[in-house]
């Protein structure tokens, strides 16, 4: 039951943004009392908590599971860009808003995901592509991993795609291959050549 009322919870908020939607209109929509609802949940802070922020404890074991067979930092960034692309594109603009007005517990979450769990991966692997002589070796990894770090999100998504001109999928692609060139050594451009004919299926 509680995780079917979280996934109720989801559609909703995902539908109408958090702040609109109450406990009553959850409960409901189920067909459940609110009684039954606040004895799976204390309040609807633990309910968007448990939307927004088990997904993204989640999240860092998968990628840490994906990344085990990664054979280069190249490879390693694609295999990331495949698990964080999906939940990620979820934290709309009104979502972050409302949770950072009002859910602090989740939008806390959300920010140590991105500052804590995403900058470290991203330090790494810039380390990792130094090493392997695939990034320029000029490349300051704590610089570009934070900058790279405070641009993810949906936020800076919509405002380089307005007018909604291009899918969502090509954006992500445009922006993860921006950022590879921008650390990429010579070397490093001819793997990621490779790598995006094996994961789209297309010779960039």
Do not use: C
């Not at 109408?16 to 009392?33: L, Y």
């Not at 009684?35 to 074991?61: A, I, M, R, S």
Request: aromatic share 10%; glycine share 6%; charged share 20%.
């Amino acid at each position: 039951m509680k995780e079917e009322i979280a996934q109720k919870a989801a559609a909703l908020f995902n539908k109408f943004s958090v702040r609109s939607i109450t406990m009553d209109e959850i409960a409901g929509s189920m067909g459940i009392s609110k009684k039954t609802l606040y004895t799976w949940f204390t309040d609807k802070n633990e309910l968007v908590e448990t939307v927004y922020g088990q997904p993204l404890t989640q999240l860092e074991k998968d990628i840490t599971a994906t990344l085990k067979p990664a054979t280069n930092a190249i490879h390693e960034i694609f295999l990331i860009w495949q698990s964080v692309r999906q939940t990620i594109g979820t934290m709309n603009e009104t979502l972050l808003h409302d949770l950072q007005k009002y859910h602090h517990a989740a939008y806390e979450r959300y920010t140590h995901f991105k500052r804590g769990f995403l900058y470290q991966l991203l330090l790494n692997n810039i380390r990792r592509g130094q090493t392997e002589q695939l990034y320029r070796a000029q490349v300051i990894p704590e610089l570009i991993a934070g900058f790279q770090v405070s641009i993810t999100g949906i936020n800076t998504r919509r405002e380089i795609n307005q007018e909604q001109q291009w899918p969502q999928a090509t954006v992500n692609e445009q922006l993860i291959l921006h950022y590879l060139h921008g650390l990429a050594s010579n070397k490093g451009i001819r793997m990621i050549e490779k790598y995006m004919k094996e994961f789209t299926g297309t010779n960039h």
